[in-house]
């Protein structure tokens, strides 16, 4: 399933915007502080759908029966550029277990690229609700990758992916991949280079939140 969250008109689509716009995307305290409020967002959208259960809280005058979220989903981003959107979703689900795994494109000279893992740190993840974050979701082929090495950990009950802006392609990938997986985006774009970037996209985000990389 997708859930577009720029269709409802929100702030969550001003920052999209913002990401996207060549006038601002430089800036890149804002930028990275962009994607942390999407993450935000989507950490809230996402808690609406988790299982609550009630408990009795004693507060200074008595006591009152509260929803609780049952159990904290494990949140797992990818390297580097997954970075402020994980932070987003941190600062909610604030007592959540955190996973890190890196991915990288290591390009060919004809333009073709894989996709490189080289690191992951994760929880036990049987049973608990996985939420996965990627501002870009271009072919899918790294967050495919990403939770195929993730599933080595246990088969969590249920799979969140967070992005910023998605593609068509990409979404198709990942949904015939994972079919019971929940996209999440902040918006939907449709066209995508030989070389993997999104179109119109925003160019590249991890470049554009923590400072241009060296080609390898
Ligand atoms: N990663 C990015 O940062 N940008 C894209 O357009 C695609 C993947």
């Known amino acids: 399933m997708v859930i577009n969250l720029g269709k409802q008109h929100s702030l969550l689509s001003n920052w999209v915007s913002e990401l996207r716009d060549v006038e601002v995307q430089n800036d890149r305290m ?19 759908t988790l299982a609550w259960e009630e408990k ?48 990288y494109r290591k390009h060919h000279a004809d ?3 894989d996709i490189n893992i080289e690191y992951m740190s994760c929880p036990e993840l049987e049973d608990k609700v996985l939420i996965i974050s990627d501002p870009m979701i271009a072919t899918g082929a790294s967050l495919v990758k990403a939770i195929q090495y993730l599933k080595e950990e246990g088969v969590s009950k249920e799979i969140h992916i967070v ?21 999440w985006c902040g918006d939907i774009d449709d066209e995508i280079t030989a070389k993997g970037y999104i179109v119109p996209g925003l160019g590249d985000a991890g470049d554009l939140a923590f400072g241009q990389k060296m080609q390898f």
Request: aromatic share 8%; proline share 3%.
């Open 30 to 48: 804002r930028f990275r502080k962009n994607l942390e409020r999407i993450g935000e967002v989507a950490a809230y959208e996402i808690s609406k």
């Open 56 to 103: 009795e809280i004693t507060t200074p005058l008595g006591i009152a029966s509260c929803k609780v979220l049952q159990s904290q989903p494990v949140l797992a981003t990818i390297l580097r550029a997954g970075l402020g959107m994980h932070n987003g979703l941190l600062n909610y689900f604030d007592k959540g277990e955190n996973a890190f795994i890196s991915a």
């Open 111 to 113: 333009g073709s690229f």
């Open 163 to 183: 992005c910023a802006i998605a593609c068509t392609v990409g979404i198709e990938f990942i949904l015939r991949e994972q079919p019971k997986a929940t996209i």
